[in-house]
């Protein structure tokens, strides 16, 4: 009897694929957290610009995971256009038209693509290929304009179970709205503890199974903490960050929570990296999560990003789910953690509904 | 290298089937359980019997526990030769889920204990028609769990392939399937069998499958084999072995026709439209 070894049968180099997928046709790429499609969507644009002799344009939710995909082409050397979708389709209209992107009134922010699409109804796209990244939480609009009169050929990684924007598109809306092919699939987690990755499975749902965790069992299962104040909560971050440096991430519901608890830290903390982001502040390009630090950012924000150490704070904001949109929120905080989270519920005590509704004790330490 | 069954399988051999039969107050000398050999084959049938029924003086449990005495070690030793060489001491990284049709008494399950490292946890789907056979396949499972130190299995035993319960959504899981002298089944229809077999499959995973099939070198036995072979090719498996040879066993050589089937992991997801 002469068989292969499983390891000759199971030659599952996923991320490979979709390297070496085509780069004049358009790609389609689904895939969980930790799957790697931020890296990928940098190394696909720099194997697009090494082929058409320009940088490729890069395309993302918002100014965070813009920031994200820079910070990643900066660590490989690579040169990607990366932009937010609202920035970059803004210039691209202008561009083709000379007129500013109409909206959709009252709203100051709503493209209306439908008009956008008859104004250029005759013009081809202008640029052989576009990159986006985090296509779950762009609008369909968006696709059918970028696909007409942006690029030939688009590749869009998605993962429609962390879509957080009211305006997201589903997977069947990005691939007949772009005309794109099938998604090819990413199910590997290279990111998250199984400890951390059984705590985000309890919310997750979705076409596809939860990812297959890479890494190795640590031994440190996430906690449910309880935090009466902000001084207690900031002590215990400053505890953390004594304990084991690294990076840290604070997730918020509410700004004015973050703004609380970042002064605290400063406070605290003056000869190390302190950061707080809002959209408002609009100061994402002097942060740099990679460093060892304190990073606070609220639901919306933290997108994209991750972090050694995760503390979710108002956790009573968050749960129990009642709805798709909070499940998909709860899956996506949980999963920026690569090795430890903590679930911080503060001065009120969570309903035994909540408690409840939690995983249980083995999974999410009490 | 002549395969060796792990000392722990020898143990359990020892104990629950050599040693019940020779313990039985009915078996005397070459008698065993009061009958000769031949009607003790005659009595399993050759391992295609209809099992739940009493032949003479042998209940069901006695034909059961005789073709484990008589049969049930070539197998073993077949099987566990396959899973060296598949695994050959490095698992897949996540825990298996076997599915094992036509189990007999746990003889794939049992062969995997012996293969896999110490502590492995995997989830075993027994198939046999016999009530008689899955019952002392759980006696065995049984017997192994008690001993420290071995792989876990999570069983359940069915008669037919539609009645395996599986809750959890399908997972990324590796999967292996075991058709281990199914075939030879003169009553089995291959098209039910793989369709049955496929519709198990999109319940448990999206992950990679590998289907292990032994048989019989004779002619007979393996009727079937093209179609059921031509039917996994059409359902996306490739064929990465197929032949027919020997096993080398410290009791002599025993010749097995065998296949190797694997179909990878669900490279793209199909949405709706073209």
């Known amino acids: 009897m002469r068989l292969p070894t499983y390891d000759e049968l199971s030659s599952d180099e996923e991320q490979l694929d979709i390297l070496e997928a085509p780069l004049d046709e358009s790609l389609f790429v689904v895939g969980p957290p930790g799957s790697g499609k931020t890296s990928l969507a940098v190394w696909r644009g720099d194997a697009l610009a090494e082929l058409y002799g320009t940088a490729t344009p890069v395309i993302t939710y918002n100014r965070m995971l813009r920031r994200s995909l820079y910070l990643v082409a900066d660590e490989h050397d690579i040169d990607i256009r990366a932009s937010t979708m609202q920035s970059y389709v803004g210039k691209d209209y202008w561009h083709q038209t000379r007129t500013m992107v109409p909206k959709v009134p009252p709203h100051r922010y709503e493209y209306d693509w439908n008009q956008m699409v008859v104004r250029l109804a005759k013009k081809e796209p202008h640029a052989e290929a576009l990159v986006v990244d985090e296509g779950q939480d762009l609008p369909p609009g968006f696709f059918i304009y970028a696909s007409r009169h942006i690029a030939k050929a688009l590749t869009v990684f998605a993962d429609e179970e962390q879509a957080i924007s009211g305006k997201r598109s589903t997977l069947e809306q990005i691939k007949a709205s772009a005309g794109l092919p099938h998604p090819m699939i990413l199910s590997e987690n290279h990111r998250n503890t199984p400890e951390i990755a059984r705590v985000a499975e309890h919310f997750h749902q979705g076409q596809l199974p939860a990812a297959t965790v890479v890494r190795s069992r640590s031994g440190d299962r996430p906690k449910l903490v309880r935090s009466g104040s902000a001084e207690s909560t900031v002590g215990r971050i400053i505890n953390e960050f004594r304990n084991r440096s690294g990076s840290i991430g604070i997730v918020v519901d509410q700004n004015s929570t973050g703004r609380s608890v970042y002064k605290g830290l400063v406070d605290q903390l003056p000869e190390h990296r302190v950061d707080i982001y809002t959209s408002d502040d609009a100061n994402e390009d002097s942060i740099d999560v990679r460093v060892p630090g304190v990073t606070v950012l609220n639901k919306d924000s933290v997108k994209g990003q991750e972090f050694d150490t995760v503390f979710v704070l108002e956790l009573e904001r968050f749960v129990p789910c009642t709805n798709d949109a909070e499940f998909r929120a709860m899956y996506m905080m949980c999963t920026r953690a690569r090795d430890r989270l903590f679930l911080v519920y503060g001065r009120e005590r969570l309903s035994a509904v909540a408690e409840a509704w939690l995983p249980s004790g083995d999974v999410l330490e009490r | ?274």
């Open chain 2, 1 to 274: 290298m002549p395969i060796r069954l792990p000392q722990r399988l020898r143990d359990i051999r020892t104990t629950e089937i050599v040693g019940r039969v020779r313990k039985d107050p009915r078996t005397c000398g070459d008698l065993l359980l009061g009958v000769d050999r031949q009607t003790a084959m005659n009595a399993i049938g050759w391992g295609q019997a209809e099992f739940d029924e009493p032949v003479g003086s042998l209940s069901a449990e006695d034909r059961v526990l005789l073709y484990a005495y008589w049969n049930q070690l070539g197998h073993l030793e077949e099987l566990s030769e396959a899973f060296n060489q598949l695994f050959g001491g490095n698992s897949p990284s996540q825990p298996l889920i076997v599915v094992d049709l036509g189990c007999g008494p746990f003889t794939g399950g049992l062969a995997l204990i012996g293969q896999l490292s110490t502590g492995e946890l995997f989830d075993y789907i027994g198939v046999d028609r016999s009530r008689a056979m899955r019952e002392f396949g759980e006696h065995l499972a049984t017997a192994v769990d008690s001993m420290a130190g071995t792989p876990r299995s999570k069983r359940q035993w069915v008669a037919d392939i539609a009645d395996a319960t599986w809750h959890a959504p399908p997972s990324w899981r590796p999967v292996v399937v075991i058709v281990s002298f199914l075939l030879a089944s003169p009553s089995l229809h291959v098209g039910t069998l793989l369709a049955g077999l496929e519709q198990l499959l999109s319940r448990l995973t999206r992950g990679p499958t590998t289907i292990l099939y032994t048989n019989s070198p004779r002619v007979a036995p393996n009727r079937t084999y093209p179609a059921f072979r031509d039917g996994l090719l059409d359902a996306g498996f490739r064929l990465t072995a197929d032949d027919t040879g020997p096993v080398h066993t410290e009791r002599g050589e025993r010749v097995v026709r065998y296949a190797l089937f694997h179909r990878d992991s669900q490279r793209t997801l199909q949405l709706g439209g073209d």
